[in-house]
């Protein structure tokens, strides 16, 4: 399968560009979203495409829907990709894209925390919290949290930075019953998530889910949900407290990026991004792959 960086669908009108997903309207009251093979790490995308990793993520984020339906409604409808486009354009949707209610999206990403790690560890070295929450002295990188934490964040415009807020902003942002709702709910799906994950050994470090409300006013769990993009995976085989294990994520990639320069100098985590070397492009699509293989197979 040859990788798709860019959706050129002409049958239907363009709503959007994310990092990794285009999103297309399908009359007043569904859309069509494609999990491109772009990966973005540090808010920039990369300028090379991970081959099959937007079938892979496409087919995580529906595999998660399903087992995790009785928590709470999702987005999709059941309706193929391919009979919504024209022949010519199936081959774009084929395994990556999904038919999905329109809600009105809730511009707060809910963040869960089981684990400390990366940006959530840092805040603790520095503060003996995460996002204001605080947690007991002593603990360690990687370490179990006591129990998993709510660390939402307001989102970002493409290519800057989604930032941590309080619970107590996002209270002010969409009202107290609301943001009740959505923390409880976000707490319980990785709960949920993270049980299963552990008898397929790996480690759902953090996660974090994006909701929109239907016609209703009815909560629904929409976009992708526990894939490596918006989750941190460990395997269990490798996991100790100290230290971060080998991520099945685009962990690989930012670890390359770290130490890449550009005219002599570390890149500066802006746009344009270094180019990816195929052997980093190759190790992580194997890494996406791995991990939909290890949550899924029977």
Avoid at 13 to 29: C, E, H, I, N, T
Avoid at 48 to 56: D, N
Avoid at 106 to 126: P, T
Avoid at 261 to 288: C, R
Wanted: hydrophobic share 40%; charged share 25%; net charge negative.
């Amino acid at each position: 399968m040859s990788a798709l960086y860019a959706t050129s669908i002409q049958s239907l009108p363009l709503l959007s560009k994310g990092k990794v997903r285009d999103v297309y309207a399908l009359g007043d009251d569904k859309l069509l979203m494609i999990t491109t093979d772009r990966l973005s790490a540090f808010d920039v995308v990369m300028g090379e495409p991970i081959p099959e990793k937007g079938v892979v993520l496409n087919q995580m984020a529906n595999f998660w829907f399903e087992k995790l339906a009785s928590v709470i409604p999702n987005h999709l409808t059941g309706i193929d990709p391919a009979s919504v486009v024209t022949p010519t354009e199936v081959f774009q949707v084929k395994g990556r894209a999904v038919v999905a209610k329109r809600l009105k999206p809730i511009l707060v990403e809910a963040v869960v925390r089981g684990y400390l790690a990366g940006s959530g560890w840092k805040d603790y070295q520095e503060t003996g919290k995460v996002c204001g929450i605080a947690l007991p002295a002593g603990l360690e990188n990687a370490q179990k949290l006591p129990e998993p934490i709510f660390t939402p964040a307001a989102k970002a415009e493409v290519g800057e930075h989604d930032e941590n807020i309080s619970f107590e902003k996002v209270i002010e942002l969409i009202g107290e019953k609301l943001a009740k709702q959505i923390r409880e709910v976000s707490i319980r799906l990785y709960k949920e998530a993270s049980e299963y994950a552990a008898t397929r050994g790996i480690i759902i470090a953090d996660t974090k889910f994006e909701f929109g409300l239907d016609d209703a006013g009815q909560l629904v769990l929409m976009d992708e949900i526990l894939t490596a993009d918006s989750s941190r995976f460990w395997p269990a085989e490798t996991y100790h407290v100290g230290a971060n294990p080998p991520s099945y994520d685009k962990q690989f990639v930012r670890d390359w990026l770290e130490t890449a320069e550009v005219d002599g100098k570390l890149w500066a985590k802006t746009a344009p991004a270094p180019a990816l070397p195929a052997d980093v492009i190759e190790k992580t699509a194997q890494k996406y792959r791995e991990a939909l293989t290890r949550l899924t197979q029977s």
